[in-house]
């Protein structure tokens, strides 16, 4: 179907680029995986779980949207009654080829689901990545979450889980990032015989963006025997299978195979550069965003990069972190700073795979703390392309500093003066909108009684004058 009429049109055209949202680069992946498939001669169908929540509050809209033409192409969405239902489900789709009367190659499966969601769900993520993915088939999970908990009860940062889980993950820090890592997935999912999470944080995917869709972007390279050899184990499901074979081959083929993957598509780079290399940044996701706005605030062009010797090195793949890329990387440089939300998740692992560097060619890598020891950068909430700006400042006032730097720098200042100024203000709290039966069945029925607080919208009595007290987990 090509009419640009069809709500489908934006998923099924393939010239020019496509205006879509986060939720829309998501499920445009399934579309275009098919179609790379009947190209190779792969008769495979599709399957789409999960769970809607912010960042993925609107997913199953825009997947009911084009449901007919999702069937049209063997590709079957059915939301989960909870996030480990739709695991569950998804995994089921990596096992078609074992069941007589099976018509397909194959069947690539999407999950999607915020943070929460990968909590909640861990034990079934843990057993169907354990399982692994079919040959034909494999799984991307849509993974979004809220670390400043906008639109969830707490804060998100699903690596720590999912690495826990041995799932690799690609942080994404545009819509145009969500499309091709997740073009990119699958492959490696196929090549590994594992999941792999496709993250982005709410900002990326609440946002729009004119995403380019030349098949060209995605290619990779499959790894040749001399950069890496699958053991005889294999990587793909099989049935009879122990847990414990499982276990061996996450450790020993799949993880391993993800490495070269990533490294024989050097899929974590160099993306701005200086003739002469002496300073690092490394960063991944929305913080490779906020980076560059604050090197482009400072006034860093090609020149100014040349000037100060700065390099950017872009992780698409944040665990398991490849070590060759990164020790390449560290090699030229000899002071890194690495720039993450949250916890200390890429230090952590930059700082292991430097360890057994020689001394006198080993970086100095920092990240939360600077070469004071002091806190820079906070392990809570997320960074800003101002924070960002004043650390890049400090962090390079021993090498050179400009007045294009200053002049940034006093204006943040100056604005930061401002904000702090006292005013009259109207305090504009979140309310239930007009019509809602929450507005009305949450008011007591008298001055003693007291209510205990619901998660989704009824959160919001605890920002009301109506006697809220404790809230629990989503289902809790």
């Known amino acids: 179907m090509s009419d640009s009429n069809s709500k489908g049109y934006k998923y099924i055209r393939q010239d ?90 194959g069947a690539f499966g999407l999950w999607y689901g915020k943070g929460p969601g990968v909590d909640q769900a861990a034990d079934a993520l843990h057993h169907a990545n354990l399982w692994g993915t079919s040959k034909n088939g494999g799984v991307v999970m849509a993974v979004g979450d809220d670390p400043m908990s906008r639109s969830s009860s707490i804060q998100q940062q699903s690596e720590y889980v999912l690495s826990g889980l041995c799932i690799p993950i690609m942080h994404c820090s545009s819509v145009q990032d969500i499309y091709d890592f997740g073009m990119i997935a699958y492959q490696m999912s196929r090549y590994a015989g594992v999941w792999v999470a496709v993250k982005s944080v709410s900002d990326i995917a609440e946002s729009w963006y004119m995403v380019d869709i030349d098949p060209k972007r995605t290619e990779v390279v499959i790894p040749s025997s001399s950069e890496f050899t699958i053991p005889d184990s294999g990587v793909h499901t099989r049935w009879p299978d122990r847990s414990v074979d499982q276990d061996e081959r996450i450790v020993n083929a799949r993880l391993p195979a993800v490495k070269a993957f990533t490294r024989v598509n050097k899929l974590n780079k160099v993306t701005l550069d200086c003739q002469k290399r002496r300073v690092g940044i490394i960063t991944a996701g929305k913080s490779y965003l906020d980076t560059t706005e604050a090197l482009d605030d400072l006034g860093f062009d090609a020149q100014m990069r040349d000037d100060f010797g700065l390099a950017v090195f872009k992780i698409a793949v944040i665990w398991p972190l490849e070590e060759t890329l990164i020790r390449e990387f560290a090699e030229s440089v000899d002071e890194i700073l690495v720039i993450e939300e949250s916890r200390p998740f890429l230090e952590t692992q930059v700082k292991d795979i430097l360890f057994d560097m020689p001394m006198d060619s080993r970086p100095l890598v920092m990240g939360k703390k600077g070469r004071d020891e002091q806190t820079q950068f906070p392990s809570n909430g997320e960074l800003t392309p101002a924070l960002i700006s004043k650390v890049l400042v400090n962090w390079l006032k021993p090498y050179k500093t400009t007045t294009s730097m200053q002049q940034w720098i006093d204006v943040l200042s ?28 949450t008011k007591l029925p008298d001055c003693s009684s007291e209510q205990l607080i619901g998660i989704g919208c009824h959160f919001l009595v605890g920002l009301m004058d109506r006697k809220g007290k404790t809230y629990t987990q989503m289902g809790g």
Not at 76 to 96: C, D, K, Y
Not at 419 to 435: D, I
């Open 16 to 105: 020019g680029p496509v205006f879509l949202s986060g939720n829309q680069a998501y499920l445009r992946l399934v579309f275009e995986q098919q179609r790379r498939d009947r190209d190779a001669g792969l008769n495979t169908g599709g399957f789409i779980s999960g769970y809607r929540g912010s960042p993925f509050g609107a997913f199953d809209m825009d997947a009911r949207g084009v449901e007919s033409d999702l069937n049209e192409r063997d590709i079957h969405f059915n939301p989960g009654v909870n996030e480990a239902m739709a695991t569950t489900a998804v995994w089921g789709s990596q096992q078609i080829e074992l069941f007589e009367g099976n018509t397909f190659d």
């Open 414 to 441: 100056t604005t930061e003066n401002k904000l702090t100024l006292p005013r009259n203000t109207v305090e504009r709290t979140p309310y239930f909108c007009s019509g809602c039966p929450h507005s009305s069945s």
